[in-house]
C-alpha cells in the first residue's frame, strides 16, 4: 500500500465519511491544529520522565480520537457530542477533573508564582510552554468552528484545561530540574 494517493493534489481533502471539502477548511484547519499540538506533546514526552511522559501518552490518544472525531461528518454531523467516528466515548467530565488534579498536584509542589514568567528554563519545560502555546490556538480555532458547528462544551472545556496543565507542567519541569524561572514584574506608572 502506498502512502500516497494523490487525491488531495487538487486542494481538497476527505473528512470521515466521504465528504470532500478544500484543505483549509475549518474542521481541517482545527484538526491539523490538533495534530501539531500532538507532534509538541511527542517531543516534550521525549524530554520527560516516565511518570509525566505516561501521561502525556493519554492525552495524546485523547487528542487524536478528537481530531478524528472533528473530522467527522458521519450521522450529520461534524461534532458528535461525546463519540469519537466509532461512536466509542470521546470526552468526558473524567477527563476534566483528571487534568485538573495533575495540574492541582504540580502546582502544590512548585513554588507560588507572584509575578509573570518568560517561556525557558531547561529543555523540557521550554517545549511545555509551546505545548501551551499551541493548545490555546487550538482553543482559539475551536472557537471559529464554533461559528459554523457545534461544539460540545466538554471539548472547549478539557482544551482550556488543558493549556493551564502544560503552565503548570512548565513550572514543575523546572523546578525539578533545578531552572530559576525567568520572572517579569511589570509596572504601570
Not at 487528542?63 to 467516528?85: A, M, Q
Request: charged share 25%; glycine share 8%.
Amino acid at each position: 500500500m502506498k502512502l500516497y494517493t494523490r487525491l488531495g493534489d487538487d486542494g481538497t481533502t476527505s473528512l470521515y465519511g466521504g465528504k470532500r471539502v478544500m484543505k483549509d477548511d475549518i474542521r481541517i484547519e482545527v484538526s491539523g491544529e490538533i495534530d501539531e499540538l500532538n507532534a509538541h506533546i511527542g517531543l516534550l514526552a521525549a524530554e520527560s520522565d516516565a511518570e509525566v511522559s505516561r501521561f502525556l501518552a493519554e492525552i495524546q490518544a485523547r487528542l487524536f480520537i478528537i481530531g478524528s472525531s472533528l473530522s467527522s461528518t458521519v450521522g450529520n454531523r461534524t461534532w458528535r457530542v461525546g463519540k469519537d467516528v466509532q461512536g466509542e466515548g470521546c470526552l468526558g467530565c473524567d477527563e476534566i477533573a483528571r487534568l485538573e488534579h495533575e495540574t492541582d498536584r504540580l502546582q502544590s509542589i512548585v513554588p507560588a508564582l507572584d509575578t509573570f514568567v518568560l517561556p525557558g528554563g531547561s529543555i523540557a519545560a521550554a517545549q511545555a510552554h509551546v505545548c501551551r502555546t499551541v493548545c490555546r490556538r487550538v482553543e482559539r480555532r475551536l472557537v471559529t468552528l464554533s461559528r459554523e458547528e457545534h461544539i460540545d462544551s466538554l471539548l472547549m472545556q478539557f482544551v482550556n484545561r488543558l493549556s493551564d496543565y502544560f503552565f503548570s507542567l512548565a513550572l514543575y519541569l523546572n523546578f525539578i530540574e533545578g531552572c530559576d524561572e525567568k520572572k517579569l514584574y511589570i509596572t504601570c506608572k
